[in-house]
C-alpha cells in the first residue's frame, strides 16, 4: 500500500465520519458538491468522444476509476475554434481584440499552441483526479461566497472571475475554455463592462451554463431564501455567461429540485422526487422505458444528442438521475462512458444523486487532485450564517 493511498483512506474515513454527523440537508449538499467534482473528473478523459467505441479503445472495457486525459482525441475539433471569440473561427491574431488573441495572451496563458493540432485533447495534460476549468470556476464562485458570508453579489463574482482567468500564473491546469468563455473576454477586451460581456453564439444553450448554480443555490436554500427568491439569484448568475431564455427555465427548473430534494422529509423520497421529475420531463415513466430499452445509449445518444445543448442533455441528466437514484457510481460511470458533454452532465447529475442519495461516493472524492482544498471550501460555504 502506498503512502499516497493510505492517506486517501485516511481523509474517506474522516469524511465519512464527518458526513454522517451533520443533519439532514447538510449532509445531503455535502454530497451534492462532492459528487458534481467527482462527476467532472471522472468523465474528464473522454469529454467530447462522440462515438462510444473511440471510449472503449482508449480504454478497454469503459472507463471504470478516475483517469488521466489521453494525448490522442478522436473526435477533437479544437483546432476549428476560434482563438479570438466565441465559437468556431480563424485561430488568429485579429483587431477584434486590439491585435491580441483571446487564447493564450489575455486567458489560457501559456496554452495557445495546443490549439491548432489535429486531434488535441481538449484538457491536454490533466491527471487523474484533475478538474475542468468550468468545475473550478465553480471553485471561484464558492470561495467568493464565503467571503461575501453567503451573500451574492455578481459584481465579487465577475471580478473574482477575470482575476483568475487573466492571471499571468495559471490558476488552474486546463488547457480549454468553453465558448462562453472565449465571448466574455473577447468582449472585456473591447472595453465592455464585465457585466455586459456576456456572448451569444450557437452554444450559449448549454449545460455546462449548469455547473455553477448548484453552491449558489444550496447556500441561498440553507440560509432560509425563498425558493422564487433563489431562482431569481441564480438566473441573474446564469446571464453573467449564458443569456439564454430556454436555459433560464431550465435553471429554474433545476432549482426548485434541489429544493425538494434537499429538503425532503425522508431519505428513501429522495427517489420518488427525481423518478417522478424525471418522467414529467421525459413524458414517460423511467419503468415503462427502462423496459423498452437495452442499454442507456439508447436513450442518452439516440433519443437525446450526447452534444451540449440543454435540449437533450437536460434530458438525459433526468434520465439517468431517475434510473440510477439508488446507485449514484453507477449512474457517474454510465454517464461517463455515453460520452459527449459527459462532463459538464456529469456535474449536474452529480449533484441530483448526491442530494437524493445523501452519498458522496467517498472512494472518488478521496483521489481527487484537489480534494483537500475542495473539502475545504465546502465546508465554509455550508457553515455560512443560516
Request: a negative charge; aromatic letters at 8%; glycine letters at 8%.
Amino acid at each position: 500500500m502506498t503512502e499516497q493511498s493510505t492517506e486517501q483512506m485516511a481523509e474517506q474515513v474522516t469524511g465519512s465520519v464527518h458526513e454522517s454527523r451533520q443533519p439532514l440537508p447538510l449532509k445531503r449538499a455535502n454530497a451534492a458538491l462532492r459528487a458534481l467534482f467527482i462527476g467532472d473528473a471522472l468523465a474528464m478523459p473522454v469529454h467530447w468522444y462522440y462515438n462510444p467505441q473511440d471510449i472503449d479503445q482508449a480504454f478497454p472495457g469503459g472507463i471504470r476509476k478516475l483517469e488521466a486525459a489521453p494525448r490522442y482525441h478522436p473526435s477533437s475539433i479544437m483546432a476549428l475554434h476560434s482563438t479570438q471569440q466565441g465559437g468556431r473561427g480563424p485561430q488568429a491574431s485579429g483587431s477584434s481584440t486590439r491585435g491580441r488573441e483571446v487564447v493564450g495572451d489575455i486567458i489560457l496563458k501559456g496554452k495557445r499552441q495546443f490549439w491548432g493540432q489535429p486531434n488535441m485533447h481538449y484538457h491536454h495534460r490533466l491527471q487523474a483526479g484533475d478538474n475542468t476549468l468550468n468545475a473550478h470556476c465553480t471553485r471561484l464562485l464558492m470561495r467568493t461566497l464565503v467571503v461575501t458570508e453567503g451573500s451574492y453579489d455578481p459584481e465579487q463574482f465577475l471580478q473574482a472571475y477575470i482575476a483568475f482567468m487573466t492571471a499571468g500564473e495559471p490558476q488552474h491546469p486546463d488547457t480549454y475554455a468553453e465558448s462562453y468563455h472565449r465571448a466574455f473576454f473577447a468582449n472585456y477586451a473591447q472595453g465592455k463592462a464585465p457585466a455586459d460581456c456576456a456572448g451569444t453564439t450557437h452554444d450559449t444553450p448549454s449545460i455546462g451554463g449548469l455547473v455553477m448554480i448548484a453552491p449558489l443555490a444550496i447556500s441561498a436554500l440553507l440560509a432560509g431564501t425563498p425558493v422564487p427568491q433563489v431562482q431569481i439569484l441564480c438566473r441573474q448568475h446564469l446571464y453573467l455567461t449564458h443569456p439564454d431564455a430556454d436555459l433560464a427555465r431550465v435553471c429554474a427548473d433545476y432549482v426548485a429540485l434541489i429544493n425538494a430534494l434537499l429538503f425532503r422529509d425522508s431519505a428513501s423520497a429522495g427517489a420518488t422526487i427525481l423518478v417522478e421529475a424525471a418522467g414529467k420531463i421525459l413524458g414517460v415513466s423511467i419503468k415503462s422505458l427502462l423496459g423498452q430499452i437495452q442499454h442507456d445509449s439508447d436513450v442518452v445518444g439516440s433519443h437525446f444528442s450526447t452534444a451540449c445543448y440543454i435540449s437533450g442533455s437536460w434530458p438525459s441528466v433526468m434520465f439517468l438521475a431517475g434510473k440510477y437514484v439508488d446507485d449514484p457510481r453507477a449512474g457517474l460511470l454510465s454517464n461517463t462512458n455515453l460520452g459527449g458533454d459527459n462532463v459538464h452532465r456529469g456535474a449536474v447529475l452529480g449533484v441530483l444523486l448526491g442530494l437524493a442519495s445523501d452519498t458522496s461516493v467517498s472512494q472518488w472524492f478521496g483521489q481527487l487532485t484537489d480534494r483537500k482544498a475542495i473539502d475545504t471550501e465546502i465546508q465554509a460555504l455550508l457553515a455560512q450564517p443560516s
